[in-house]
């Protein structure tokens, strides 16, 4: 009797441990491939300068076109997504330029401690970051596990080549 009560303890543990890889890994590569995906975006977002504040030697980034750019991105993101259901998901893209701080916040985007931990802006002059939100059923099949929430962000710092 002693041999069962073990042998099914330790096929309750591994059984659990093989679980727990299973789920992590799909957990590690929707984050990795999130991360990407903001990194992108503010990539995207940093190259689209507004031209004629350019033509004076100023880093101005063209907001509308980071907007876009980051709802693409995201877009793209949760399709390529099989693994997961994405439930609802928000970006929201900061910047630092000539003309001062800025923020773009999508309608998924959560308010609150969220909104606050994104707004804190790069400190280099000109920089775009982007931050991209999702909220998805539980990632871990164990019962004592719960994450339903992804959180990644990128950025871009854009070093002005005209001398001021």
Do not use: H
Not at 25 to 46: T, V
Not at 71 to 93: C, E, H, P, W
Not at 98 to 112: M, R, T
């Amino acid at each position: 009797m002693k041999p069962l009560i073990i042998f099914l303890a330790l096929l309750l543990v591994f059984t659990a441990g093989f679980t727990y890889m299973g789920d992590m890994a799909i957990y590690r590569f929707a984050s990795l491939d999130m991360k990407a995906a903001a990194e992108e975006c503010a990539i995207e977002a940093a190259m689209a300068l507004d031209e004629e504040a350019f033509g004076e030697g100023r880093t101005v980034f063209d907001r509308g076109a980071a907007a876009e750019a980051a709802d693409a991105v995201l877009r793209d993101f949760a399709k390529r997504q099989r693994s997961i259901n994405i439930q609802s998901y928000g970006y929201a893209v900061l910047g630092n330029d000539d003309s001062g701080q800025w923020a773009v916040y999508s309608a998924g985007f959560p308010a609150g401690e969220a909104r606050d931990a994104a707004a804190g802006a790069s400190p280099c002059e000109s920089s775009v970051k982007a931050v991209f939100y999702a909220r998805t059923e539980d990632f871990f099949a164990l019962p004592f596990l719960e994450v339903t929430e992804l959180c990644r962000a990128g950025s871009y710092a854009y070093e002005n080549i005209i001398p001021k």
